[in-house]
């Protein structure tokens, strides 16, 4: 997003000021091309600095959390059976009583670490260099 404001604020200025002599309609179409050539840009997308992105390997979907799609630091399983990052799940069991996954009630609300799936993740994460 940052970038694409950047580009379409250098088009915008290089069409305000290089164009003041130009007709109504001459600035119409400008304007027009103008758009065009924008919503024709291709935009890179740069992932916020806590998202994993390139690495050896690439990241088991059993290693993320199905709330937050990241990798699980602290790995807790609920009584749907899921596994989940303890501070997401945590959260939203403030204000359900149904599995975030399934939306099947819940019985009980008590999270349980899974303690092997951490140490798998840690040392998955120690091979590939992530912090």
Known sequence: NIEFYYISDDIENSYSYENDE?????RQYELEELENTMN???????PPLNK?????????????????????????????????????????????WTSPLTQKPLLDKR???????????LEWKEENTIP
């Open 40 to 46: 024709n840009l291709v935009i890179k997308v740069v």
């Open 111 to 121: 999270l349980i670490p899974n303690q092997t799936l951490k140490a798998i993740i």
């Open 52 to 96: 994993v992105e390139k690495f050896k390997n690439e990241v088991p979907n059993r290693y993320c959390c199905p709330i937050t799609c990241e990798i699980m630091n602290d790995p807790v399983v609920c009584f749907d059976g899921h596994t989940y990052e303890r501070w997401a799940i945590s959260k939203w069991l403030v204000d359900h």
């Open 22 to 26: 130009l007709s109504d309609q001459e």
